[in-house]
Structures are given as structure tokens and as C-alpha cells.
């Protein structure tokens, strides 16, 4: 049971660290002045879920999700 425990702490934080890395990775969501403008109806806004700003938004809510699962896990106990 040990190992089985390590190894989960590990994978734990290695998602920690994947986490941090992809949130540091990800632009603002101001809108500052492109807005006014109205910038945000271009190509890149209407189709930001196929860009590489929208496939991380999705890693994000993966690795949260692991995020959380693993940490409840952790912290039910000695399993």
C-alpha cells in the first residue's frame, strides 16, 4: 500500500507542476482596447477553441479535474 500511495503523490504532483506550467502559459482575458474596437469578432475570436489559447483552456480543466480527484483521494486516508 505504500508504493500504490507514492506513486498517486507523485502523479499528484507531477500534475501540480503541469498545472502551474499550463495557467503561466495562457494569455489574459482582459479585453483592454481590442474590444472597444471590436476586435473580438475576428477569425482568432470566433474560432479561439481550435487555437493553441483554446486547447489550453481545455488541458487546464483537465488537469484540475485530475487535480481535484487525486487530492480527494490523498485525502480520505490510508488507503
Do not use: H, P
Not at 500504490?4 to 499528484?12: E, P, Q
Not at 502551474?20 to 482568432?44: C, F, H, N, R
Not at 487555437?51 to 480543466?61: A, C, I, N, Q, W
Amino acid at each position: 500500500m505504500a508504493t500504490v500511495k507514492t506513486i498517486v503523490t507523485v502523479i499528484f504532483i507531477l500534475i501540480c507542476l503541469t498545472l502551474t506550467v499550463i495557467i503561466l502559459m495562457q494569455e489574459g482575458k482582459s479585453a483592454g482596447l481590442g474590444a472597444i474596437a471590436g476586435a473580438a469578432d475576428t477569425y482568432w475570436g470566433k474560432n479561439k477553441g481550435r487555437s493553441m489559447e483554446g486547447m489550453l483552456v481545455k488541458l487546464t480543466k483537465v488537469c484540475v479535474f485530475l487535480f481535484i480527484v487525486i487530492a480527494a483521494i490523498l485525502n480520505i486516508g490510508s488507503f
